[in-house]
């Protein structure tokens, strides 16, 4: 890693159980970096503990969520670049200097992605390979693990994206995706997650269930057409079958045929216009990267 200022951010809600070590080993491993611990309202030690590890303690009064600590950790963070990880034990801080190297290759942000064994249930694998196919589609690129909270990103690129980012555990989807949209080079590199210490705060369906509305949410802000095209598509197509049967059997066109064409044409000029405003959304970000004279990186042959 060239010499650039590291901040490690961990966002912990009731992580006395392994907050402690979790900080320890960072601190033995990166001395000069910054650990910071956005303490997401927890109501047990973690504060106390985190502080006594090592780390400088952010604090909030009552919990925000997963991606609110994140948020609060990139905006006082004072590193160049950030790593974000669980304070659970999941993530091992000697898969650090990995992530770190992949950036100095050229991409903008690394993502660890969790091998099929790393996956805390089987339910939840499933969930997940759903996810990174949908979102591969949508974004044209392979996703390889839409939703590892495990990353390096230079810190400047990931504030531009802030205000999109969500509250709750669904910040990894809308990064990734808001950086694949921009332009930017995302890397995955493979690690292996080890088993959480304590109780998981991911509830399967109802954050299932987020996680899905955010990734087309996401879609709708970076590929819209992906989203309208295929309803209008299949709206215009039922119109016309709908059309034919009624020709064939009455000789007439009917309101209901009328109606889903319309529809569908309806359907396809929204998907337009929101294809346009979503280039206006990132028109600065098009800017900058062309002030900076940023290039995708060179893939040399091995």
Sequence with gaps: MKKTALSIVLPAKNEAGAVGNTVARICTLYPEAEVLVVDDGSTDDTAAIARQAGARVLFHPYSLGNGGAIKTGARHAN????????ADG???????????????QGFDMVVGARSNASQASVGR???????????????????QDLTSGFRAVYADKFHEFLHLLPNGFS?????????????YMVAY???????????????????????????????????PLKIFFPIAFLQGFAGLSYYAFTYFNTGRLTGGTVFMLTSAVTIFLIGLVSEQITQLMYKDTVHIQKKEGSSP?????K
């Design 79 to 86: 590193g160049d670049v950030l790593v974000f990880m669980d």
């Design 90 to 104: 999941q993530h091992d801080p000697a898969d650090i200097p990995r992530l770190l190297e992949r950036l100095d």
């Design 125 to 143: 694998g499933l969930a997940n390979g759903f996810y990174n196919r949908l979102a591969s589609w949508m974004t044209g690129q392979r996703i």
């Design 171 to 183: 910040y990894p989807t809308t990064i990734t995706m808001a950086f694949f949209r921009a332009g």
């Design 189 to 223: 590199e493979p690690i292996i997650a080890s088993k959480r210490v304590g109780k998981s705060h991911i509830r399967i369906v109802r954050d299932g269930i987020r996680f899905l509305l955010i990734i087309f949410k996401i879609g709708t802000l970076y590929s």
């Design 297 to 301: 990186p060179i893939q040399k042959e």
